[in-house]
């Protein structure tokens, strides 16, 4: 089974810092690579950062706007997936979800296949 729960959202002031954990089955944790996206209510799903599974052989890539205010990292005896988010923004509110691909480099919504349930982070201005 692909299981991904996501966890440690909050509400945060502007500037403080807060990190998220993508929990992952075995089956997940055995995918090409774990990926986090935000989602805003009407505005789209958008991609923030992802990293790769393998364990010899591991590289995380960013959406632009992170701007290397937030950072992706996986532990793999724990099975989890990290976003560890610094200075943050009112509009970096919204659900975070983490996802597995089997794609390399996926970005985009439609090319992770699993998702978790979301957690949510407020940053108050």
């Known amino acids: 089974q692909v299981l991904l729960v996501e966890s440690g959202g909050g509400l945060v002031q502007t500037g403080s810092s807060l990190r998220l954990s993508c929990a992952a089955s075995?089956?997940?944790?055995?995918?090409?690579?774990i990926g986090w996206f935000r989602q805003t209510p009407g505005k789209e799903r958008e991609f923030v950062a992802a990293v790769t599974l393998s364990r010899s052989r591991s590289r995380t890539y960013y959406a632009n706007f992170m701007k290397g205010r937030f950072t992706c990292s996986k532990d793999d005896n724990e099975r989890t997936v990290a976003l560890q988010m610094t200075l943050l923004k009112p509009e970096d509110t919204a659900i975070y979800y983490c996802a597995a691909t089997l794609i390399p480099n996926a970005d985009r919504v439609d090319e992770y296949d699993y998702w978790g349930q979301g957690t949510r982070v407020t940053v108050s201005s």
């Open positions: 075995e089956q997940a944790f055995n995918t090409y690579a």
